[in-house]
Nanobody, 120 residues
């Protein structure tokens, strides 16, 4: 079983910055892929924000490229993924979900989400 805890969401003004953190523990395997997705409207599908593999291969969503930076840490007990968000727009307002794929052949696990609101 995987336990995922996100933190760092909140309210920020346009042009500001926030840093999200996600700690995964339990049956995390190699933490093959970790990342962030977001849902901007209730009922809409989650969209990719950024993912990073155990080998540090990174993919960004088109709308955040150049503004957001993903990174990760790993020790024996847990894996952590960070999302540094700069130059935030109101359109970045969403619930941000942490994602973990423990092994190449495993399904994914999700955190409960953290709200990010960009507003003046």
């Amino acid at each position: 079983q995987v336990h995922i805890v996100e933190s760092g969401g909140g309210l920020v003004e346009p042009g500001g910055s926030l840093r999200l953190s996600c700690v995964a523990s339990g049956s995390i395997g190699s933490a093959y892929v970790m990342g962030w997705y977001r849902r901007q409207v209730q009922g809409k599908q989650r969209e990719l924000v950024a993912t990073i593999t155990a080998g540090n291969r990174i993919v960004y969503g088109d709308s955040v490229q150049g503004r957001f930076t993903i990174s990760r840490d790993r020790d024996n007990a847990k894996a952590t993924v960070y999302l540094q968000m700069d130059s935030l727009y109101p359109a970045d307002t969403a619930v941000y979900y942490c994602y973990l794929k423990a092994l190449p052949w495993s399904g994914g696990d999700w955190g409960q989400g953290t709200q990010v609101t960009v507003s003046s």
